[in-house]
């Protein structure tokens, strides 16, 4: 192991997305993982049935524990359902600014079932966003976020510098519910790359939004340069689901996690 990592994020008991998924990649990459849970979900791999959020002054509480004790090299969030625990997310890490926070905006899961309030939403903007070292949304995510429809490529672009205009250090926009190959746009320093893969086809795509922005928050805690663990995070997840496409878990009657089928650690 080297380097840490900290997901703050909903609870998944089928253990496809949400904390399970952020603490196997980071056991993946080689990274030490831990996790302040910010909601328990009755869920499986077919959908989310339930929620209960955990009362803000607990998850104070978690977190300071955890804050008092590690040495954290990155930090993730993920479901914040609403904007008090945003709020109490965001002046809790102003203890560790100098820490990388990779904000994933998680909304609304893959099944339909909100996960966040409207009041989330209005707090990720105006508290997280300017906290972020990397703000991870998808297509939906970045048309809530930024109050204008994202489809195209170009949208996604503009998108991106929209992002960073309400104080996120760096944007990565995903396509992957999109159309055509697996297009990504990363804006990091004023520099827009385009990060395209072929489309797997595979039904394998539960927890692929956490797994990713896990995946860039191990890189960042082992050292690696923000372009360079965006890269390494989605040839991580890329190669899961190619795995996946060709030895499918036969565990369920959902959408098959794929977030344990790949091993990302640097080899020498």
């Known amino acids: 192991m080297r380097g840490t990592a900290l997901s703050i994020a909903g609870s998944d008991p089928s253990g496809g997305a949400g904390i399970q998924a952020d603490l196997k990649t980071f056991a993946a990459f080689g990274v030490y993982g831990a996790a302040v849970p910010t909601a328990l979900t009755a ?82 903007r105006a508290e997280l966003l300017p906290r972020a070292t990397l703000v991870t949304p998808n297509l939906s ?41 697996a297009y990504d746009v990363l804006l990091a320093d004023g520099v827009v790359t385009e990060l395209d893969a072929r489309r797997i086809a595979v039904v394998s795509t539960h927890g692929t939004g956490c797994t990713l922005s896990a995946g ?28 996946a496409a060709g030895q499918p878990y036969a565990l369920d009657h959902g959408v098959d996690p794929d977030a344990e089928n790949e091993d990302d650690r640097p080899r020498g």
Do not use: C
């Open 43 to 124: 869920q499986n791999l077919q959908g989310v049935r339930a929620s209960f959020d955990v009362p803000v002054p607990f998850l104070v509480q978690q977190l300071d524990a955890v804050l008092d004790d590690l040495a954290l090299g990155a930090i993730k969030t993920g479901m914040l359902p609403t904007g008090d625990a945003v709020r109490a997310v965001a002046h809790a890490l102003d203890r560790v600014r100098a820490v990388p926070l990779v904000v994933d905006p998680v909304l609304v899961s893959t099944s339909g079932h909100a996960l966040a309030d409207g009041g989330a939403l209005a707090a990720i």
């Open 216 to 243: 860039i928050a191990a890189a960042l805690a082992r050292g690696e340069r923000l372009p360079d663990a965006v890269a390494r995070a989605k040839r991580y997840v890329w190669r899961a689901l190619a795995r």
């Open 141 to 181: 995510e970045a048309t809530a976020l930024t109050g204008t429809e994202v489809r195209s490529r170009d949208d996604m672009q503009r998108a991106a510098r929209a992002l960073v205009a309400l104080g996120a250090r760096a944007a990565l926009v995903k396509g992957g519910h999109a159309d055509g190959s």
